[in-house]
């Protein structure tokens, strides 16, 4: 199947209000171009140089997500033009997310990545670490960054009740955050959650933005 047919047959299986995120890393300008054509903006990265060789040679219009792990030596290549950054994992990330920020003039749109996973090689804050933050308002230090809500990954592995368990877990939290820290945000609205093999049980757990890309783009090229 094609790039176009793929993306019809995903746009068929989620809600309209659900945001897409076709994941483009390690795929080719040409293909990125055809899921353009079939009328997608938004696309997600995992390396800032791949990702900001792609902004500079594709349409202006596109929306980039940073979905990958973010170094903070990395930070300043992508600020001038990410749309979103969904991983957040760390307080000493979004201290270089906010200074290069203020140099570029931009408030940077991010999401706060939380570790639902049992897997150690995930990335994220735990809930205690980010009831802390939120408790001790420590988001007033960083006024060049608009938290706009929660990203996580479940554990891979094909128990739907665990990828499930861990969903709702995230969900949780998403809304105590939401209801106790961020009643006056109006941009706390997204929970960045499922991908090729778990969106459909994540959308059933809540979630407003899904990342897939083998389902659209097929296996991945790596260079």
């Known amino acids: 199947m094609s790039i176009t047919s793929n993306i019809a047959n995903i746009r068929k299986q989620i809600p309209q209000q659900i945001k897409l995120v076709c994941v483009s890393k390690f795929h080719p300008d040409d293909a990125i171009v055809e899921a353009y054509n079939a009328g997608e903006r938004v696309f997600g990265e995992s390396k800032v140089q791949e990702m900001t060789g792609k902004y500079e040679r594709l349409p202006k219009d596109i929306e ?16 001038p033009y990410v749309s979103l950054i969904h991983g957040v994992d760390s307080e000493k990330l979004l201290v270089e997310i906010n200074k290069q920020a203020h140099k570029a003039g931009r408030i940077v749109n991010c999401l706060l990545q939380v570790h639902i996973a049992t897997e150690e090689t995930k990335f994220g804050f735990d809930e205690t ?37 861990e969903f709702k877990q995230l969900k949780n ?8 820290y961020f ?6 609205d997204q929970l960045s959650m499922g991908m090729s093999d778990d969106f459909s049980i994540a ?4 979630s407003t933005m899904v990342r897939i890309g083998s389902s659209i783009f097929g296996s991945r090229i790596y260079n």
């Open 64 to 79: 980039w997500h940073f979905i990958g792990h973010l170094q903070s030596n990395k930070v300043k290549y992508i600020v």
């Open 183 to 188: 009643v006056q945000n109006q941009s706390f």
């Open 173 to 180: 939290i998403f809304e105590k955050l939401k209801s106790v």
């Open 129 to 165: 670490e980010l009831l802390d933050f939120c408790q001790n308002n420590r988001m007033k230090n960083y006024p060049n960054v608009q938290i706009c809500g929660l990203m996580g990954m479940a554990t891979f592995c094909s128990d739907k009740n665990i990828i499930e368990s």
């Open 203 to 206: 959308i059933e757990c809540g």
